[in-house]
């Protein structure tokens, strides 16, 4: 017990703002509203729940074992924050830009008639920009403000979920479109400190 306070003693609220805004744009809920309607109209029943708590469990389980994985394979954490921000400097353009450089339509394919989890938990939400995003920002913020910011991601992502229909009936297209795009320039400049930050610090 005191092992876990300890833990989560060393959370900083400026942390958790900071890495769930920067997190919350890669995993981008609102963008992919319209997948999710297009789910609904094939006749595929989303639980937003399992949706949520499949991405939880894949980006938490990435979050403790990807600097080992990183370390197995003699990576230091600083390089892959660098190739890790070129790789967000590229999440940023598609969602700034509306041009597709990352391609998914592999996996969408295999969407089975009932399930939600693939292609929602994954590869959409808890998928290589998000785990690329993580480890990332692991060189900047504490594990314990990261599992802090991922829970709220997840409320966040069941929230949209459940009121997709409202929020596309209610914001309209135009409103979310804006949204991506001010998402889109938060990530730009993040991807922008993460590339040009760690190179400062190798050198």
């Known amino acids: 017990m005191e092992s876990i306070l300890n833990f989560f003693g060393t959370v900083d609220i400026w942390e958790v703002l900071s890495s769930f805004i920067f997190l919350i744009a890669i995993i981008d809920p609102f963008g992919n509203i319209p997948v999710t309607i297009a789910m609904q109209e094939r006749g595929i029943k989303i ?7 499949a991405s939880w469990i894949i980006l938490m389980a990435f979050l403790f074992l990807g600097e080992w994985i990183l370390k197995l394979f003699g990576v ?3 390089y892959f924050a660098i190739a890790g921000g070129f790789v967000i400097f590229l999440m940023a353009l598609e969602m700034i830009l509306d041009i597709v450089i990352f391609q998914n339509d592999k996996l969408e394919g295999e969407v089975g008639s009932g ?6 938990a994954f590869p959409m939400y808890a998928g290589p920009g998000a785990f690329t995003a993580l480890l990332a920002i692991t060189a900047e913020y504490s594990i314990a403000s990261l599992c802090v910011s991922l829970l709220l991601c997840m409320i966040t ?12 009936k209610y914001l309209g297209q ?12 938060i990530v730009l400049a993040i991807a922008c400190k993460l590339m040009f930050g760690n190179l400062a610090a190798i050198f």
């Open 47 to 53: 639980s937003a729940w399992r949706v949520c708590l």
């Open 115 to 120: 399930s939600s989890i693939v292609p929602l």
């Open 157 to 168: 992502l069941y929230l949209v979920l459940i009121g997709t229909n409202w929020l596309t």
């Open 76 to 78: 230091q954490i600083e």
């Open 174 to 185: 135009t409103s979310l479109y804006i949204i991506r795009k001010f998402f889109g320039i």
